[in-house]
Every structure is written in C-alpha cells, then in structure tokens.
C-alpha cells in the first residue's frame, strides 16, 4: 500500500494499493488547520481502507508549492511515518497530482479531459497577491510537465504560455488528490523512476522568520 499525504492547499490523505486502486481517502478544505486534522484523516483514511498501517510500503509527499506553514506539516507527517516504518519516501510535486487529476479518468471531475498533445495548466493561490502557476502537456495520455512551478502576480496581464491568457483567467485548483498523488509514487516506485532530487519542499518564496543578525551591542 502507498500512503499519500499532501498539505499544499488544505489537508489531504489517501491510501492506494501498488496497482493504483484507491481503497481510501479523506480530505479537510481548511487552508490553515493542518496540524489539528491530519492526524484524524490518517485515522479515518485506514479505517475506510480496512488497512493496518504496517502494510504501507511508501509514502508519497506532496513537495507544494504551496505556503511555508501548512505545507510542513504534510512533509513532516510523511517524513514521520517512513522514518517510523522504515520504507521509503517518495516526494511528489503536488501541481503533478493536480495535473494528473484533470487528464486521468479515473479521478474524472466532470469536466472533458484534456486531449492529446492538449496544454494543461495547474493554478493556486500563493496569497500575498501570487498565483502559483505549472504548466503540462498531454503525452500518452499522462501530464508531462513543461513549466515548472513559479510565481506570478494575480494582476499581471502577461499570458502564460502555451494558454494566450493571464494566470488569472485560467481554472485555479482549490484541493490536491491525494490519490494521484500515491498513484504517481506507485508508478514510479514500479517504473525505478523516483526522484530523490526532488525531495526540497517548493516554498517557492523564503519564509517570513529570518535569523537573527547577532547579540547587540549595549553600552556602558
């Protein structure tokens, strides 16, 4: 079994089996309480998997981009439970599982999936007035990524590219499916193909705290 965790956005756990069934997945909306639901969403996620959690075999973590606070929270969760356990951790893009999301149809939204060749784009909401913005292509019918992660100002008016549209104007992702997730480690885990590169979560800015410049000096 293949436990995927992602924070990004709001809090999302899933648990797929090495052939990518999804036996389970639950997810909280809440952008900033990941800290107090994330340990219940494990809970209910292998209750509803009828799992014990010493049949996972992996965990995939979403690496963001995504807010410095919250997206810590997932990474340290899924660092927690492969160190705890002893298998491996397979970090993950979470505009990957965005991207894989829109075009596979096993996680069908309702809207017509991307066709062949067709561009993809994965848009959040970076606040601070930021969008985070991916960009794929349809190739055998997967997303392969193009553009990577980036910032851009809600405001700016210069098109992404290969859309003719600013970021603001294009669909913005508001969840992240943990289950593409875990399917995507599930296949590269099969395919040898883990990135370990990857495993830098992608803040994308620096976080707000900074180190102290030193002691100051107080006169006599």
């Not at 970076?126 to 190739?139: H, T």
């Not at 997967?142 to 210069?158: C, G, Q, W």
């Amino acid at each position: 079994m293949i436990l995927g965790i992602d924070t990004s956005i709001g809090t999302a756990v899933a648990i797929v089996d090495p052939a990518g069934a999804v036996r389970a997945e639950a997810f909280s909306p809440d952008h900033r309480g990941h800290a107090e639901v994330i340990g219940d969403l494990l809970v209910r996620a292998f209750e509803e998997a009828a799992t014990d959690p010493a049949e996972v075999t992996a965990v995939a973590a979403g690496m963001g981009p995504g807010p410095f606070t919250g997206l810590r929270v997932g990474i340290a969760a899924a660092r927690a439970f492969a160190l705890g356990r002893g298998i491996p951790l397979i970090p993950i893009a979470s505009h990957d599982a965005a991207a894989r999301a829109r075009v596979d149809p096993a996680f069908a939204t309702g809207g017509a999936a991307p066709v062949e060749g067709e561009p993809v784009a994965v848009v959040t909401d970076a606040r601070r007035r930021e969008l985070a913005v991916s960009v794929y292509r349809v190739e055998n019918g997967m997303p392969v990524r193009v553009v990577d992660p980036h910032l851009v100002l809600r405001a700016a008016a210069e098109p992404v590219g290969l859309f003719g549209v600013p970021a603001s104007e294009l669909p913005e992702t508001t969840s992240i499916s943990a289950a593409a997730l875990a399917r995507i480690a599930a296949e590269r885990l099969a395919a040898g193909t883990v990135d370990t590169a990857a495993a830098e979560p992608l803040y994308l800015r620096a976080p707000d705290v900074s180190v102290p410049a030193g002691p100051k000096k107080v006169g006599t």
